[in-house]
């Protein structure tokens, strides 16, 4: 990671965590590399505030190349779903839950936690707000982060409100050394096909000879607006793509019934990156609101978290099979 160092001042190093008004107990960055994911168990722990175990499991997931979406030190479904795509990676049974083999596997006694020196391109293109309303969407010249805090936590896959816990005194100014995770490089390789499990709520990228390469967790449809079915084939990728709204062919957007053109950026409708299926209308998609995926409905499309649809578009191209299906996990074929 560029920008990266070993150490912060000591003050730093002793971080108060807090959950709306409620005080919680001090995280340290060293307990979070000092952790063991061993002590996690099988079943999901009830949490109310991140823990230093469930952080470093995360981001091993992460760099495994099983997303657990946003790394907030939670564990809720998508931690869940993130160990049965590791299971499913290394042909281990696939139950979800965090057992001996999987922690034997996935443990690195390397760290996870580095420092970062807030460089003065961290600050620009950032926008004062971003309205809710399309129409105001449509007249703003870029859908950019709202903060350097919102910009790293983006970069390095982090929910903003852990970022800032573990940063309680930075201004997150040029220059500022600040802790975040390292999540790890990008996975690369040229997925074959693409399988869209509505059941899992998840997306799996599946390599020439059946691996897995990669899997995320994801939004997909709704009720209202469900997803397609059957197999598609990928038609293209934009990215930083602006949103064409028409609410004639997709949903309406507050009191607006005329078609806008939203500008670009990782907090447009869409996020960062489209990848555009042969089902006219419907694509494969980032978003602005990341620690929302696999929670609220989408209008049709697939939702990723920005980081997860920019990795997985560079593993596609145009031809690459899409099939959607519904069942409690994939078998390649």
């Known amino acids: 990671m560029s920008s990266m160092k070993a150490a912060l001042p000591m003050q730093l190093l002793v971080l108060a965590i807090s959950v709306g008004d409620t005080a919680a107990r001090e995280l ?10 061993a002590t996690i168990g099988a079943e999901a722990p009830a949490l109310a505030d991140p823990d230093p175990a ?7 997931l992460d760099r495994a190349g099983s997303s657990p979406g946003v790394i907030d030190g939670l564990y809720g ?3 869940s779903k993130a160990v049965a795509g590791f299971e499913a990676m290394n042909s281990l049974p696939v139950d979800g839950k965090l057992d001996r083999d999987v922690v034997a596997r996935l443990e690195d006694p390397g760290p996870v936690v580095a420092s970062y020196v ?24 870029s859908l950019g982060y709202t903060s350097v805090a919102e910009k790293l936590s983006e970069r390095f896959h982090m929910d903003i409100d852990l970022v800032k816990a573990l940063n309680p005194v930075s201004q997150f100014l040029s220059g500022d050394t600040v802790w975040v995770v390292n999540p790890g490089p990008l996975r690369d390789g040229k997925a074959k096909r693409i399988e869209v499990n509505k059941k899992a709520g998840q997306v799996l990228a599946y390599a020439e000879d059946g691996s897995l390469l990669a899997v995320y ?6 009720e209202d607006n469900p997803a397609p079915s059957g197999r598609h084939k990928v038609k293209g990728v934009a990215r930083m793509p602006v949103y064409r709204y028409n609410p004639k062919l997709n949903f309406k957007q507050g009191n607006n019934d005329k078609i806008l053109t939203i500008p670009k950026g990782p907090n447009g409708p869409v996020g960062s990156v489209w990848i555009d299926l042969t089902e006219p209308t419907y694509g494969i998609h980032g978003t602005p609101e990341p620690k929302l995926i696999d929670k609220v409905g989408s209008h049709g499309c697939v939702r990723l978290t920005n980081w ?5 578009a560079g593993m596609v191209r ?6 959607f299906v519904n069942r409690s996990w994939a078998v390649p074929r």
Do not use: C, F, W
Request: charged share 30%; net charge negative; proline share 7%.
């Open 217 to 222: 967790p994801a939004t997909i449809g709704s």
């Open 318 to 323: 145009p031809g690459v099979r899409v099939d």
């Open 77 to 79: 479904e998508n931690l």
């Open 308 to 312: 997860d649809a920019e990795e997985l």
């Open 54 to 60: 469930i952080v470093r499991l995360q981001v091993l």
């Open 28 to 37: 340290l960055p060293e307990a979070i590399d000092s952790a063991s994911i």
């Open 118 to 141: 807030v460089s003065a391109e961290d600050a620009t293109g950032l926008v004062d707000r971003i309205p809710e309303d399309y129409g105001e969407k449509a007249k703003m010249e």
